[in-house]
């Protein structure tokens, strides 16, 4: 397979290759931030609690589902509340839904 240049000179086609692999790193490097960025705010309250149950609404935060799915899972066992007869307050346990993430 033969590469071919864009330029006049192998120099200047090799700068332009090094300017694009600089501007691809960084690009990368700005977006997996702005994503950690998003993590840590959409889950830091659930991280650092010290509570070893979560919420409805936490659970649906970190799973990233709506209520209805919610709702589906609990119905089908996927997803066990450790106070099934309540109607929409559920309580879950953190390390049971962390390994379903």
């Known amino acids: 397979m ?3 240049t864009m ?3 192998k120099e200047a086609d090799d700068l332009l290759k090094e300017r694009v692999n600089v501007l691809v790193k960084a690009y990368a490097i700005k ?3 702005q994503f950690v960025k998003e993590y840590i705010a959409e889950n830091l309250s659930v991280i650092l609690s010290d509570s070893e149950y979560l919420t409805s609404k936490d659970v649906m935060n970190v799973l990233k589902i709506s209520r209805s799915t919610l ?3 609990i119905k089908n066992g996927e ?3 450790v106070n ?3 109607s929409r307050n559920y309580r879950f346990i953190k390390s049971e839904v962390y390994n379903l993430k």
Do not use: E, M, V
Request: hydrophobic letters at 20%; aromatic letters at 16%; one cysteine or more.
């Open 2 to 4: 033969t590469t071919k």
């Open 7 to 9: 330029f006049f000179c």
């Open 31 to 33: 977006y997996a931030r």
């Open 71 to 73: 709702n589906r899972r």
């Open 79 to 81: 997803l066990n509340p």
């Open 84 to 86: 099934p007869d309540s």
